[in-house]
C-alpha cells in the first residue's frame, strides 16, 4: 500500500487550500480513509474520516471549516480547507488501517500566516 499526499503550502489567515492523497495497492473502494495532522510540539490528531460508505466525521476544530472526500474512480481522498487559522499549520497526513496495520503517506506541510 502506498499513499501520496499533496497540496500543502502557505496560506494567509482565512484562505484555502485543497489536499490530496492518492492511493495504490490496495482496494481503494472498500476502505476507510483518514486525514491526521502533527502540529509543532503536539501530538498527531484525527483530522477528518471518510469510510467506504461516504459517512464522514471530523474533528470538533475542524467542523464546518475542512470537507472530506473520496472519488473511488481516481483512487484518490480529498481534504478541502477554507477559513483556515494559524492554528491549522501542521503535517497533514493521509492513512488507512489495512490487514491489521496502518499505513501513512508521506505528509505535506500546510502552513498559514496570521
Known amino acids: 500500500v502506498q499513499l501520496q499526499a499533496s497540496g500543502g503550502g502557505l496560506v494567509q489567515a482565512g484562505g484555502c487550500l485543497r489536499l490530496?492523497?492518492?492511493?495504490?495497492?490496495?482496494?481503494?473502494?472498500?476502505?476507510?480513509m483518514n486525514w491526521y495532522r502533527r502540529a509543532p510540539g503536539n501530538q498527531r490528531e484525527l483530522v477528518a474520516a471518510v469510510t467506504s460508505g461516504g459517512t464522514t466525521r471530523y474533528a470538533d476544530s475542524v467542523k464546518g471549516r475542512f470537507t472530506i472526500s473520496r472519488d473511488n474512480v481516481r483512487n484518490t481522498m480529498y481534504l478541502q480547507m477554507k477559513s483556515l487559522k494559524p492554528e491549522d499549520t501542521a503535517v497533514y497526513y493521509c492513512?488507512?488501517?489495512?490487514?491489521?496495520?496502518?499505513?501513512w503517506g508521506q505528509g505535506t506541510l500546510v502552513t498559514v500566516s496570521s
Open positions: 490530496s492523497c492518492v492511493a495504490s495497492g490496495m482496494i481503494f473502494r472498500l476502505n476507510t
Open positions: 492513512n488507512t488501517y489495512l490487514r491489521a496495520r496502518h499505513y
